[in-house]
């Protein structure tokens, strides 16, 4: 590869590097320049993160390479022949430490021109990522999660039959929306790489774009909202305003108002209006994609026909995911035996 040492080349800034104790965790953010691979986590090397580390500020590659070569006191040929597979490099790299395999995405060092907009050097001294021991196997993170999710309710728009969840209990006090902005700033704080939002249903928390904001405007952005409320043009405008643009998973299970009647306990009106949401979303720009969940009451063949038409006409969904019902420990076995496709 042919490199400008006059240009800066820059750590990728979809990528974060949080020290782990006996590893640094590498991991993808939002994926917003094009460049970087999605929904990416791997254990570095201390070595590597340091490494990386020197390309965190607005200097020249010669100088970063200059001052690569006195912190790890190698002359300027043996620090390119170490950094030359991570810039620019269009396919993950492998590398092995003992007997563990080290993984590093493609992309990890990019040409600055190559980013889009204005960029925040983060000026990272390699010292912050020193480990006494090094351990690169462990699943459980040492420092704290990687990924968290808020239950803001468990109240539905529907009551269905296969249910994951425990819907019965009655919570009496919902945890206030001012501490789960607390709770969202000490995630950022011990970079957790990403905040998921569930229900019950999460339209139905009255304060979900607030929460969905501060999560987008800390990069903490959920991978996808799932809902069976019916969306109309005020969810929409919402999920517009806090700038989120991952994917609205949409549950469908049929076309037939007797049967989500049956199987989700909605009432008659309850499918015009989820159809209509759904054409609304078709319209809209934002992206969705839709899920159904198969029972005995679905897995006709003409009602499955029916639901395969009408996804068929959409637009422009990204993909229908079919998965089957299985059993819950809410419901017992016996009752699940009834409905499992």
Not at 34 to 40: C, E, P, Q, Y
Not at 77 to 84: E, L, R
Not at 186 to 194: D, G, L, P, S, T
Request: positive net charge; glycine residues 4%; charged residues 20%.
């Amino acid at each position: 590869m042919s490199l400008n040492e006059n240009e800066v080349y820059i750590f990728n800034p979809d990528y974060v590097m949080r020290n782990d104790s006996c590893r640094v965790v590498l991991y993808s953010g939002l994926s917003r320049n094009g460049l970087s691979v999605r929904n990416w986590e791997s254990f570095l090397h201390p070595l590597h993160a340091k490494i990386f580390s020197f390309f965190t500020f607005n200097r020249t590659l010669n100088v970063t390479i200059s001052l690569l070569g006195q912190y790890f006191q190698r002359d300027k040929q043996a620090i390119k022949k170490i950094i030359s597979p991570f810039i620019e490099n269009p396919l993950s790299v492998y590398t092995k430490y003992k007997e563990d395999k080290v993984r590093i995405p493609k992309n990890v060092i990019v040409n600055r021109n190559q980013i889009d907009g204005e960029i925040t050097f983060l000026n990272l001294q390699p010292d912050i990522f020193d480990c006494q021991t090094i351990d690169l196997s462990a699943r459980r993170m040492y420092t704290g999660p990687q990924l968290l999710t808020f239950m803001l309710n468990n109240t539905c728009a529907s009551n269905c039959i296969y249910c994951y969840a425990d819907t019965k209990t009655k919570i009496k006090k919902r945890l206030p929306t001012s501490r789960m902005m607390e709770l969202i700033e000490e995630a950022k704080a011990m970079q957790v790489r990403v905040v998921n939002l569930m229900g019950g249903e999460v339209f139905l928390h009255p304060d979900w774009p607030v929460i969905l904001k501060k999560l987008m405007d800390l990069n903490l952005s959920p991978e996808y909202l799932s809902t069976k409320y019916p969306i109309d043009n005020e969810i929409i405008n919402s999920i517009r305003e806090t700038g989120f643009a991952n994917p609205l998973q949409i549950s469908l299970d049929a076309c037939s108002s007797v049967l989500l009647a049956e199987t989700l306990s909605v009432k008659d009106d309850y499918l015009p209006k989820f159809i209509a949401g759904i054409k609304l979303l078709d319209d809209s720009g934002l992206k969705y994609r839709i899920t159904s969940v198969l029972t005995t009451y679905n897995t006709q063949n003409d009602v499955f026909k029916l639901l395969f038409r009408f996804i068929s006409g959409l637009k422009n969904i990204s993909d229908w995911r079919i998965t089957p019902a299985v059993n819950s420990n809410w419901i017992a076995y016996n009752q699940f035996q009834k409905f499992k496709p």
